[in-house]
């Protein structure tokens, strides 16, 4: 269904602990019960927002017609993961076979293009970048000197840094702790890192995903703030969009070029919100994208050619992507088999065959709930998992650590 004007709520919205994760079950929610607990009206006065959305190039382009491939029934996941904390302690104190600690700080890891560094952020959701060598362990900071903090940092194929962070606005306290998570702006780093951040002038909304083979990016683009004070309203009415680009050097300068909406709410017919996580190899033509709202969270695949969209995942869990495959074969997945349609608990990191989607868990470190394991990447050579350690709190992506592991054929 199409999400033009206003759609209020008869439900109650309490802010619970992680209020991002709950206010995507509540939009959920209302959607299902429309005309029941919640009411559509103004279809024609244009979606109702309480912020501007930071434009970025080419804001008013249309996202081209796309096409829903059938995914045949839902697989019911039976809601059930017995060991999930059933151990005390932490996993740092039982680690399995080929996976060791790399820094004990840290969180959302990006491998550099040759494999040999890992760039991550100290802190959520506003954190400064540093990097740390994969072999010798020793971790610098990078962005220590700029007078700003980031929400994301992902490496571009020729080794410079695509950053996204805030440029004004509140910093997160103890009373708001997520605040500027969600009002960030896309910056260039060039490496050796010793410069000045370069602005792109394009808004970031959460993740961002970069090429491996070329200076091709794609970003979201919302207007949803998961700490308003209106929750349901704002997840349910706000904008929601995948975009993708270029980055370019215009006489010295680094700009956006080619930008260009591949996905929004209207074209896929759904109250979901999307965030990107990253290019398909090897032709880079596809999209990883998360469906949050969606069935609960689902994978999809947007192909940038034809418009296709697959949901890879289709099952009844939680399922929100991460880290893809440099073959192309298969997606990191935060997976919760429990998830009640609230919020999800403590994750674990399993892996997607995107052919014949089928399941493989990796890590099984929510035993030792509330910790947990997140926000893999694989390796350029696609043998080794770089994630975080998690624990399951008020801030969302924010980590205890950066682990690697060896990864089976």
Known sequence: MGLRGSITCAVPCTPPRRRGWAALALAASCLATLGAGCSQDAADEGRATSTT????????????????????????????????????????DDLPAGTRLLVD????????????????????????????????????????????RFTRAQYLSNGDLLLCGPTSGPEPTPEHPEAGRFTAVMFLLRAPFDGSAEPLGVPCWEGIATSSDSM???????????????????????????????????????????????????????????EVQGFRPPDDDELIVTAYAYQ????????????????YSNSSAYEEAEGVDPSGDSVLVERDLEYSGVEPGPLDIWRLDLHDRRWERITTFNRWAPFYASNPAVSPDGETMAFQLSIDGDVEGRGDGILLQQLSP
Do not use: K
């Open 53 to 92: 959305v930071a434009d970025g190039p080419s804001s008013a382009l249309a996202v081209p017609p796309i096409r829903i491939v059938d995914p045949g029934p839902i697989d019911q996941v039976a809601p059930a993961d017995p060991e999930r904390g059933t151990r005390r302690g932490s996993p740092l």
């Open 216 to 274: 091709r990016i794609a970003w979201n683009r919302s207007d949803i703030d998961y700490t308003d004070t209106d929750l349901a309203s704002r997840v349910i009415n706000g904008i929601t969009e995948v975009w993708t680009g270029e980055i370019v050097d215009v006489d010295g300068r680094a700009a956006v070029v080619d930008a260009r909406p591949v996905l929004d709410r209207d074209t896929f017919g759904s109250l979901a919100v999307f």
């Open 105 to 148: 700080f840290g969180q959302r890891p990006t491998w550099s293009p040759d494999g040999s560094t890992i760039a991550f952020l100290d802190d959520s959701p506003l954190g400064d970048g540093w990097t740390v060598d994969v072999e010798r362990g020793t971790a610098t900071e990078l962005t220590g000197q700029l007078d700003q």
């Open 296 to 311: 609960g969270g689902e994978v999809l695949g947007v192909d940038l050619t034809t418009g296709d969209v697959r949901n």
